[in-house]
């Protein structure tokens, strides 16, 4: 499926190009303790591992920024510094090697602090992001609109963006209009789309945690994108940012945006399966975690739509009673009995993902033991 992506300007942040015809980018936002270098380090390579590609973290004092500086040189994807109310910090973070600085002009008070910000970006070709939120919109726009509507989101990040572009000249920059209500977010957006080809960063923010989080993300983000919106995504979870990697890859799997490792297509439960369906599944979404390959899997306990979904995929599993069929890209290659029926199948896989990368190896492959080769 290819969405017909509305067309923005393309910007940089580092090394990653954002925008035009660039595909979405994945961020997330570390949760440790800016100032503990290891543990921030760490985190941060682990979402790499999952696909983050520009990573977001807190700065709310100098002891953070001047940390930015050893975990720049330590990881692999671009940095930015999340800065709020004093823009010396947003400076003192550029400064120490931050690719770009998400600032709230709502919250920096003055466009003589933004200026100061913007001018450090332009010194250093950091990117900036215009972040408005709902939750900290400028006073006379409250009193204008009575609440945080959407057209109040968006006439703030107008209203900065002519500003910051208009008066500065600075355009290495991108935006983003959130809320935690999902619909005024969508709105905000569409209506934003319409009057600027700037790139936009989308989420729903303070969705929630993992399961209320994801639905709200899913849904918001799936239109967005289903409509050529957003350049980059975050999902905003109560929940370790690995988790919001991982949902923001299947939301971008799902919509048709991006493909990125394995997408397994398995039934829901009910009174036909006799199988152990559901831990059957459980082994195998384990195993596949760390696999890059872009295949669909199909794991299948029933009679009805089981056999066909399994022969539409690269490689699936139909289980009877007792008893199950390998499928390998629309033919029966193997009926072995249901106690065998998991490592037939991990060894079918295997033997297919090492054809797919043309040699013996295979990055990310899970083991038995479910440690990453």
């Known amino acids: 499926m290819s969405m017909n992506r509305r067309r923005t300007r393309e910007i940089r942040v580092g090394w990653v190009r954002i925008g035009g015809d660039n595909p979405v980018v994945v961020q997330s936002m570390t949760n440790t303790d800016t100032?503990?270098?290891e543990a921030t380090v760490a985190q941060i390579r682990e979402l790499e591992e999952e696909g983050c590609e520009v990573i977001r973290v807190a700065v709310p004092d100098e002891a953070a920024a001047e940390a930015v500086a050893r975990i720049v040189s330590r990881i692999n994807i671009p940095l930015i510094a999340d800065i709020h109310f004093d823009w010396r910090l947003a400076v003192s973070a550029l400064r120490a090697g931050a690719h770009g600085v998400r600032i709230n002009p709502g919250n920096i008070k003055g466009r003589e602090n933004v200026r100061r910000i913007i001018e450090e970006a332009r010194a250093r070709g950091a990117c900036v992001r215009?972040?408005?939120?709902a939750g900290s919109l400028e006073r006379d726009l409250l009193r204008k609109y009575g609440w945080p509507r959407p057209e109040a989101l968006v006439e703030s990040a107008l209203r900065w963006l002519d500003f910051v572009v208009g008066d500065l000249g600075f355009e290495n920059v991108k935006v983003s209009l959130k809320s935690s209500d999902l619909w005024?977010?969508?709105?905000a957006y569409r209506e934003f789309s319409r009057r600027s080809d700037f790139p936009v960063h989308i989420g729903v923010t303070e969705a929630g945690g993992l399961i209320p989080g994801t639905v709200k993300s899913a849904l918001g983000l799936g239109i967005l994108l289903s409509e050529g919106i957003g350049d980059t995504l975050r999902v905003s979870l109560t929940a370790p940012p690995v988790e919001e990697v991982r949902v923001a890859w299947e939301i971008l799997k799902a919509v048709g945006v991006r493909r990125r490792g394995l997408e397994i297509?398995?039934?829901p439960t009910c009174g036909r399966c006799e199988i152990d369906l559901m831990g059957l599944y459980e082994e195998v979404e384990r195993r596949v975690r760390?696999?890059?390959?872009p295949?669909?899997?199909a794991v299948m306990g029933c009679v009805v739509n089981g056999p066909g979904e399994a022969r539409e995929a690269d490689l699936g599993?139909?289980?009877?009673k007792g008893v199950g069929l390998i499928f390998r890209r629309g033919k029966i290659v193997r009926k072995v009995p249901e106690?065998?029926?998991?490592?037939a199948f991990w060894e079918e896989l295997q033997r297919l993902l090492r054809e797919e990368s043309g040699s013996g190896e295979i990055r990310g492959l899970t083991s038995r033991s479910g440690e990453l080769n």
């Open 290 to 293: 760390g696999i890059r390959v």
């Open 130 to 133: 215009i972040g408005v939120n």
């Open 184 to 187: 005024h977010t969508v709105a």
């Open 295 to 297: 295949l669909r899997i």
């Open 339 to 343: 106690a065998q029926l998991l490592e």
């Open 265 to 267: 297509v398995a039934c």
């Open 317 to 320: 599993l139909a289980g009877g």
């Open 35 to 37: 100032r503990d270098v």
